[in-house]
C-alpha cells in the first residue's frame, strides 16, 4: 500500500467519527467554555474544522511561517455551517494526499516564526504528529465538552455510555 493510500484511509475513517461529534454541537453555548484556561466552544469546534487544511497546505507547501500567517478563524453560528466547512476541507485534503507520492511524503517540511524553527520533519511526520493526532487530541476534548454539557455523545470506536443507555431504554420498550 502506498503512503498517501494509509493516510486517505484513516482521513476517511476519522474524518467520519469527527463529523458524527460536530453533528451533535450545540452553536449556541459557542461562547461556553469547561474552565478559564480553556477554549471556547465555537473556537475548538472551529479548529478541529479547520485542521484538514494543515493537510492540503502540508502536501502543497514546504513551510509555514506564522510570522506572517494571516489566518482569521470564523465561528460558525449553526451546525450546518460546521459540518458543511469540515466536509469540505476533509474533502481537499483527500484530493492533496491523492496527488501526493511517497517521495512527496518524505520532503522536509518547516514550521517556523521568523528565522525560528519550530519543527522540520519530513512531510508524513507532520501529518502523523501536527494534523492526526493533533486532531484526535482536540476532538478527544469536544467529547468532554459535550458531555459536560449534557449533549449525547456518539460513539466512536464501539459503543459510548449514552449509545449503551439509549440501546437498553429501547430494548425495554418494547419489553424485552
Not at 78 to 101: P, R, W
Amino acid at each position: 500500500m502506498s503512503i498517501n493510500q494509509s493516510f486517505i484511509m484513516e482521513l476517511q475513517h476519522e474524518a467520519a467519527n469527527t463529523h458524527k461529534i460536530l453533528e451533535r454541537i450545540p452553536t449556541e453555548k459557542n461562547d461556553w467554555k469547561p474552565h478559564d484556561k480553556s477554549m471556547k466552544l465555537g473556537n475548538l469546534v472551529t479548529h478541529i474544522s479547520d485542521l484538514p487544511t494543515w493537510i492540503t497546505m502540508i502536501m502543497t507547501t514546504d513551510e509555514l511561517d506564522l510570522a506572517s500567517m494571516n489566518y482569521k478563524p470564523v465561528i460558525a453560528t449553526t451546525t450546518a455551517q460546521i459540518t458543511e466547512t469540515f466536509d469540505k476541507n476533509v474533502k481537499g485534503a483527500l484530493a492533496a494526499l491523492e496527488n501526493g507520492s511517497d517521495e512527496d511524503f518524505g520532503k522536509l517540511w518547516t514550521l517556523r516564526r521568523g528565522d525560528h524553527v519550530i519543527v522540520a520533519m519530513p512531510k508524513a511526520a507532520v501529518l502523523r504528529s501536527m494534523v492526526l493526532s493533533h486532531q484526535y487530541h482536540h476532538r478527544g476534548q469536544l467529547t468532554v465538552y459535550l458531555r459536560l454539557l449534557d449533549v449525547p455523545v456518539p460513539g466512536l470506536y464501539g459503543p459510548s455510555a449514552d449509545d449503551i443507555m439509549a440501546m437498553a431504554a429501547a430494548k425495554e420498550a418494547v419489553g424485552n
